[in-house]
């Protein structure tokens, strides 16, 4: 149970006397306003927590009184609460899946009481206000920049909660996308860098620019370019996040570049003015064939005043290792260490104005990647989970750092968003060249053959510094309009060292007379200012329609020089110009307050850009997409079922692919370059289903057919795109029981398929490098009491090989594995 950290003076509902006072008299009292305030559209702000707290805050919110036997607060948990709505129906939302219930209305003064059909020690209605009852909430999302329920948005969107992704014990990208259709990811390193988020099969692969983007709140942290760092993504603690949403689709409108085939967005928790929280926990990990790892992890709410509070939190975590290295004899090469932090800071100066600043940080590293090396077939080169390569000649870092200044002021009428963030990412990876180029360097050198290796170092750092302010109206009526302006600029350095080592002890054989073999580096900056809108039509409270705009001016620039024995030795820069105008269409129509249909029509882009790897300066062209959508989705039964249906269809143009030429000499040399059309369509589906109190079951699965549709450069008509799977699927349940005094408990389990794969493009009559279908199957169990949790899983418990990347190097290629079994136990204390 959460703790007050203060008490309000005056007219606080729960003050130190008041508070015996409603336990003493059974009476809770909060503020008093006018009737007719009840009929209008509010902002709330509440979190998931005890009865005895968010109904004094709603009351508070609100400016209503509120009164209620104290007794039959006691115990019970409210779910949180976020987005403009009347009074009556934030309430209504507020008390879901509780057993309270209004009593009595008498416009400035309601009443609660207790559900005649349940009573505060009925087990059937303890089970039901378990933990995360997901049959019971309406979910909140902020994927088109306002709060509203995920039911209410006329587009494919999925939300993974916080709480779901604890009780999993899953902590990286491809635990959680699993639960969401249509997404699946590629990983060329496995391990949280170099990765990419393919929604609906739009993919190109390696090469171009980012076709999904990721936000933390409004701060995008992923770069617009070719030149991000690693594709790398921050790694939260459950507890200081609300949920992640996964908007499917292009998402160009209200979110610009590099959100072409989707969007992924963690949403954070605020911190709290009303409550003192906190949670702990303490975690133990063990995997087959490998070593053991574990972590800690922490995070506190505190009020600091009426007006002010803190969060902070922060982890260590290490993943086991699983890979050995028969070349040096090193077991379990590839175990990566984790930490990293967040802090924020909200302050209320006034009524109506909220500030929130926040600075997070994170850390990578590892020895080795995950992945080994195959032939062009799939097969390991070395043996299951091992490689051969010299010491320190796949590792990697990586670090990530973003601030960010949020400010809500909430006006009449309208509201006004400003934010501004500053992200630094950096990343550097060791890319194995000693199959390719070890035997040249051998000869070139005089040495005995087998002696030399050689790694390619690639750091990659990115600086980011965005803003974006929008209005946007608050009250519900036949007009709703949001307008907004953004700005960004990035710089992104890249380098390629090329490094000849001993295969043995991986140390530097720079003495041994060889020239220098490659450097390489790339400075580029991105400018992009774009203006947006939106506009809703409520033709009756079923029929809406709405639509966007979104203009942008983007400018780059960059500049590369090369030398060595393996580039060449150049000079080059470069600059573009993108000029690019998306729209969006959404009719919906609510057949029930809870079951919506809709239609929706939505282009995206990622910007061109001067090519970086090739002497010569040609730009790419801007490629785009518009998608045309029809889906469905609710609630049916009284929240018993959930549904979210839809199919889709994306025409693709002017893609940009890695591409490669003949340079001077006959030097092979890649390049950005645009290949024609592809088209993706398919359907997706996901329900979750409440058959008894306690106990429920979900499911999603996919059918994407991605392919391109005709033959340029290195695209044949008729492939797939890469890393694009035909079906994606996973079932699971979960059911919560009560054991015995007080102790609760849940067994859940989830079954995983992942299609089979084609890799990057390798041009008319190459084999492309497959990625075999794969399938898994993860159990959970855990019991808790009064805020102590312990959880006990088991992933991938068949103890499956699959391959979530793979990357080509000419006869052979490297494959991102699946972790192999994994088993941990995770505990925790909440308050």
Do not use: C
């Not at 007006?307 to 290792?321: E, L, Q, T, W």
Request: net charge positive.
């Amino acid at each position: 149970m959460r703790k007050h950290a203060h008490a309000k003076r005056g007219n606080s509902m729960f003050s130190t006397r008041s508070r015996h006072m409603a336990y003493a008299s059974a009476a809770v009292v909060a503020f008093t306003a006018s009737a007719a305030a009840q009929a209008q559209y509010q902002r709330f702000d509440i979190a998931e927590q005890p009865a005895t707290t968010s109904i004094p805050i709603f009351a508070r919110q609100a400016h209503v009184q509120i009164t209620a036997p104290g007794k039959i607060l006691r115990g019970v948990t409210t779910p949180a609460l976020h987005g403009n709505y009347d009074v009556r129906t934030a309430l209504h939302q507020l008390l879901v899946g509780t057993r309270l219930r209004i009593v009595a209305d008498a416009g400035a003064t309601i009443t609660l009481a207790e559900s005649p059909t349940t009573s505060a020690g009925d087990p059937a209605q303890t089970a039901t206000r378990s933990p995360d009852p997901a049959w019971t909430r309406d979910i909140v999302v902020t994927a088109t920049k306002r709060s509203e329920r995920l039911i209410d948005i006329p587009q494919a969107v999925s939300a993974v909660r916080a709480s779901t992704l604890t009780r999993a014990g899953a902590v990286r990208l491809e635990d959680y996308a699993a639960s969401v259709p249509g997404v699946t990811i590629s990983n060329n390193t496995g391990a949280g860098v170099q990765t990419q988020i393919i929604f609906r099969g739009i993919s190109t692969g390696v090469g171009g620019n980012p076709v999904a983007a990721v936000y933390v709140d409004d701060a995008p942290i992923t770069s617009a370019t070719q030149l991000g760092a690693g594709g790398s993504f921050p790694d939260f603690d459950p507890a200081d996040l609300e949920r992640i949403e996964f908007l499917r689709g292009p998402q160009g409108t209200l979110y610009g570049a590099a959100s072409l085939g989707g969007l992924l967005k963690f949403v954070t928790r605020k911190p709290d003015f009303d409550t003192l929280s906190g949670r702990a926990e303490l975690g133990f990990t063990g995997v087959d064939h490998g070593g053991l790892g574990g972590g800690a992890r922490g995070r506190i709410n505190a009020p600091l005043g009426e007006n002010v509070a803190v969060s902070a939190s922060g982890f260590y975590r290490i993943d086991p290792g699983f890979i050995d290295n028969v070349l040096t004899g090193k077991s379990n090469e590839n175990e990566t260490r984790t930490r990293g932090g967040r802090v924020a800071l909200a302050v209320r100066p006034v009524t109506n104005v909220t500030i929130v600043g926040s600075a997070m940080y994170q850390a990578i590293n590892a020895d080795s990647v995950t992945t080994i090396d195959t032939d062009l077939s799939g097969r390991p080169l070395y043996g299951d989970l091992q490689v051969s390569r010299p010491r320190g000649a796949s590792a990697l870092t990586q670090r990530f750092t973003l601030y960010d200044l949020s400010i809500n002021a909430q006006l009449n009428g309208f509201d006004v968003i400003s934010d501004t963030s500053y992200g630094i990412q950096k990343s550097g990876t060791y890319v194995d060249y000693t199959r390719i180029i070890g035997g040249v360097l051998d000869s070139i050198s005089g040495q005995p053959s087998g002696t030399l290796g050689a790694s390619v170092f690639q750091p990659f750092r990115t600086k980011k510094l965005t803003q974006e302010v929008r209005l946007q109206s608050t009250t519900k009526g036949f007009f709703g309009w949001q307008i907004g302006g953004f700005y960004t600029r990035e710089k992104a350095n890249s380098l390629a060292l090329v490094n000849p080592l001993y295969r043995q002890t991986g140390e530097s054989a720079a003495s041994v007379g060889l020239p220098p073999l490659g450097n390489g580096e790339v400075n580029a900056t991105y400018r992009e200012i774009a203006g947006f809108g939106n506009v809703t039509l409520n033709f009756t409270s079923k029929l809406s329609l709405s639509g966007g705009l979104r203009y942008s001016d983007i400018r780059q620039s960059n500049s590369q020089t090369l030398s060595g024995l393996l580039l060449g030795n150049s000079a080059s820069s470069g600059s573009s110009s993108d000029h690019k105008l998306t729209f969006s269409v959404n009719p919906s129509y609510k057949i029930t307050p809870n079951i919506l249909v809709y239609g929706r029509v939505a282009s995206g882009y990622r910007p061109g850009g001067p090519n970086t790897t090739t002497n010569d300066p040609a730009s790419y062209n801007p490629d785009t997409v518009v998608s045309y959508e029809v889906g469905t989705k609710g609630t049916l039964f009284d929240r018993l079922l959930t549904f979210d249906l839809d199919a889709f269809l994306i025409d693709w143009n002017d893609i940009q692919v890695q591409q490669s030429k003949i340079g001077p000499g006959g030097t092979p040399l890649s390049f950005i370059g645009n290949a024609g059309k592809a088209q993706s369509k398919g359907v997706e589906a996901a329900f979750t289903a409440a058959p008894m109190s306690g106990l429920t079951f979900d499911a999603n699965i996919a059918y994407t057919d991605a392919t391109f549709r005709n033959t340029v450069g290195p695209a044949v008509a008729g492939d797939r795109l890469p890393s694009s799977a035909k079906w994606t699927g996973q079932v699971g349940g979960e059911y919560r029981f009560d054991v015995t005094d007080g102790w609760k408990s849940f067994l859940g389990a989830s079954y995983r398929y992942v299609g089979k794969r084609l890799g990057e493009f390798a041009g008319p009559g190459a084999a492309r490098y497959v990625l075999p279908k794969y399938e898994t199957v993860d159990l959970r169990a855990g019991i808790d009491r009064n805020g102590f949790e312990a959880s006990f899983f088991v992933r991938n418990i068949a103890d499956k090989r699959g391959y979530t990347g793979g990357f080509v190097f000419g006869p052979y290629a490297t494959a991102a594995l699946l972790q192999p079994r994994t088993m941990g136990l995770v505990l925790s204390k909440t308050f």
